[in-house]
C-alpha cells in the first residue's frame, strides 16, 4: 500500500478511536479545570514508574511536567491507556501522540531537585525533544547544569556549564514566592523552598485564571530546631484554600510509619503528612477550610522486601488518621485526574 494511503488509514483509526470511545478517567471533579495525567508515581526500585505528572489546564494544548523520573516511557504508556486522547495536538508527521504531546504540548519542566529519581527521564528523553525552559530554584539548577548535562554524564543540553552547550533546555532561575508566566503559555508558576536530607527541594503552585494546583517535590516534615518550609509554603497557599482555588495537591507520602525517625531520608510518613496538612488547616484559620481538599499522594518507597503492598499501606494509614476529612487518592500510573 502506498505510504499516504497507510497515513490517510492510520488517521482515520484514531478519529474512530476518538470518536467512539471516552477518554479514560480514573478521578473527575463535576467542574474540573486541570488535568492531571501520572507518568509515573513511586519512588525506589520502580524505575520504570518514578515521580513525572502532567498537568494541562483542560481545553488548552499547554501543558507543564512536574519532575521527569519516567518520561518517555510514561508518555508512551499514557499514550498506549488512551489518556493522551483528548489533548488537542495538531498530527503533522510519523511521530505517535506521545512524540506529539511532547513536542507540542509540554511547554516547560518545573523539577524540584535534581535527585535522579525526579531527573533521569528528562535526561534519557531529551535527545528526542524539542527546544524547553527548565524552571526550577537556582540550586536545583545549578546541579543539573554542572552535575548532569556536563559533558561527562550527558550532553550539555543545557544553556550553561561545560562548553559547548547544545542548549536546547534553557535554565529559568526561579525567585521563592514571586510567580511568573511560563514564557508563550497562560500558566503562571510560583516556587518554594522545601527542605530534603542534604538538598534544597521545591514545591510549584501553577495558576491558570485565578485555580491552582500545588506540586511538592520530596520535603521532611518541618523540625522544631529547622527551617519551617512547609509552614511557610501553608502560609503562603492558605488564601487560595480559603477561596476553594486550590482544586488539588500533589504530596509524597513516601515510608509507612513505622519507619524508624533516624531512617526517613528527608521524607514523609503518612502520621507526617497528616501533621502537616492540620498544620494547613490551623494557618488556614481552621480544618473546615481543608475538609474535602484533594491531596494526590506520590513517591511511595518499592523495595526487594517482600511486605506487601506499600501503596495499600500507606493509603489505609492516611485513611486511619483522618480526622480532618481530606480527599486522598493514591497516585496511580497512567491515571487521568480531572480536578
Ligand atoms: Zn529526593
Given at each position: 500500500?502506498?505510504l499516504h494511503?497507510?497515513?490517510t488509514?492510520?488517521?482515520?483509526?484514531?478519529?474512530?478511536?476518538?470518536?467512539?470511545?471516552?477518554?479514560?478517567?480514573?478521578?473527575?471533579?463535576?467542574?474540573p479545570?486541570?488535568?492531571?495525567?501520572?507518568?509515573?508515581?513511586?519512588?525506589?526500585?520502580?524505575?520504570?514508574?518514578?515521580?513525572?505528572?502532567?498537568?494541562?489546564?483542560?481545553g488548552?494544548?499547554?501543558?507543564?511536567?512536574?519532575?521527569?523520573?519516567?518520561?518517555?516511557?510514561?508518555?508512551?504508556?499514557?499514550?498506549?491507556?488512551?489518556?493522551l486522547?483528548?489533548?488537542?495536538i495538531?498530527?503533522?508527521?510519523?511521530?505517535s501522540?506521545?512524540?506529539?504531546?511532547?513536542?507540542?504540548?509540554?511547554?516547560?519542566?518545573l523539577?524540584?531537585?535534581?535527585?535522579?529519581?525526579?531527573?533521569?527521564?528528562?535526561?534519557?528523553?531529551s535527545?528526542?525533544?524539542?527546544?524547553?525552559?527548565?524552571y526550577?530554584?537556582?540550586?536545583?539548577n545549578a546541579?543539573?547544569?554542572?552535575?548532569?548535562?556536563?559533558g561527562?554524564?550527558?550532553?550539555?543540553?543545557g544553556?550553561?556549564?561545560?562548553?559547548?552547550?547544545?542548549?536546547?533546555?534553557?535554565?529559568?532561575?526561579?525567585?521563592?514566592?514571586?510567580?511568573?508566566?511560563?514564557?508563550?503559555?497562560?500558566?503562571?508558576?510560583?516556587?518554594?523552598?522545601?527542605?530534603?536530607?542534604?538538598?534544597t527541594?521545591?514545591?510549584?503552585?501553577?495558576?491558570?485564571h485565578?485555580?491552582?494546583?500545588?506540586?511538592?517535590?520530596?520535603?521532611?516534615?518541618?523540625?522544631?530546631?529547622?527551617?519551617?518550609?512547609?509552614h511557610?509554603?501553608?502560609?503562603?497557599?492558605?488564601?487560595?484554600v480559603?477561596k476553594?482555588?486550590?482544586?488539588t495537591?500533589?504530596?509524597?507520602?513516601?515510608?509507612?510509619?513505622?519507619?524508624?525517625?533516624?531512617?526517613?531520608?528527608?521524607?514523609?510518613?503518612?502520621k507526617?503528612?497528616?501533621?502537616?496538612l492540620?498544620?494547613?488547616?490551623?494557618?488556614c484559620?481552621?480544618?473546615?477550610?481543608?475538609?474535602g481538599?484533594?491531596?494526590?499522594?506520590?513517591?511511595?518507597k518499592?523495595?526487594?522486601?517482600?511486605?506487601?503492598?506499600?501503596?495499600?499501606?500507606?493509603?489505609?494509614?492516611?485513611?486511619?488518621?483522618?480526622?480532618?476529612?481530606?480527599?486522598?487518592?493514591?497516585?496511580e500510573?497512567?491515571?487521568?485526574?480531572?480536578?
Amino acid at each position: 500500500m502506498p505510504l499516504h494511503h497507510l497515513k490517510t488509514l492510520r488517521d482515520r483509526l484514531k478519529t474512530t478511536r476518538a470518536g467512539k470511545t471516552e477518554t479514560p478517567v480514573t478521578f473527575a471533579d463535576s467542574h474540573p479545570i486541570f488535568e492531571i495525567v501520572a507518568l509515573g508515581v513511586r519512588s525506589g526500585v520502580t524505575d520504570g514508574n518514578l515521580s513525572s505528572y502532567m498537568v494541562r489546564p483542560l481545553g488548552t494544548n499547554e501543558a507543564v511536567i512536574c519532575d521527569t523520573g519516567t518520561l518517555g516511557h510514561g508518555l508512551k504508556l499514557a499514550e498506549a491507556k488512551g489518556v493522551l486522547d483528548d489533548i488537542p495536538i495538531m498530527p503533522d508527521s510519523s511521530l505517535s501522540r506521545a512524540g506529539h504531546v511532547l513536542k507540542q504540548s509540554v511547554r516547560a519542566y518545573l523539577i524540584s531537585h535534581a535527585h535522579l529519581d525526579h531527573v533521569a527521564g528528562l535526561v534519557l528523553s531529551s535527545p528526542e525533544d524539542t527546544p524547553k525552559p527548565i524552571y526550577a530554584l537556582p540550586q536545583t539548577n545549578a546541579i543539573l547544569s554542572e552535575n548532569l548535562f556536563n559533558g561527562r554524564v550527558w550532553g550539555v543540553m543545557g544553556d550553561r556549564g561545560a562548553k559547548p552547550h547544545i542548549g536546547k533546555y534553557s535554565y529559568k532561575d526561579m525567585t521563592p514566592g514571586q510567580a511568573q508566566t511560563i514564557e508563550g503559555s497562560g500558566l503562571n508558576i510560583t516556587a518554594w523552598p522545601l527542605s530534603h536530607a542534604s538538598t534544597t527541594s521545591t514545591a510549584f503552585l501553577i495558576q491558570h485564571h485565578e485555580q491552582a494546583i500545588l506540586y511538592l517535590g520530596d520535603t521532611q516534615a518541618d523540625q522544631p530546631d529547622g527551617p519551617q518550609n512547609l509552614h511557610e509554603l501553608w502560609k503562603a497557599i492558605a488564601p487560595l484554600v480559603q477561596k476553594g482555588k486550590l482544586r488539588t495537591i500533589i504530596m509524597g507520602a513516601t515510608y509507612p510509619d513505622n519507619q524508624p525517625d533516624n531512617a526517613l531520608c528527608g521524607q514523609l510518613r503518612p502520621k507526617d503528612l497528616l501533621a502537616s496538612l492540620r498544620d494547613l488547616g490551623h494557618v488556614c484559620g481552621g480544618r473546615h477550610h481543608i475538609r474535602g481538599l484533594r491531596v494526590l499522594v506520590s513517591h511511595v518507597k518499592e523495595t526487594f522486601h517482600d511486605n506487601g503492598n506499600p501503596v495499600q499501606q500507606i493509603y489505609r494509614e492516611l485513611q486511619d488518621g483522618n480526622d480532618i476529612g481530606i480527599h486522598f487518592m493514591m497516585a496511580e500510573q497512567s491515571a487521568r485526574y480531572l480536578v
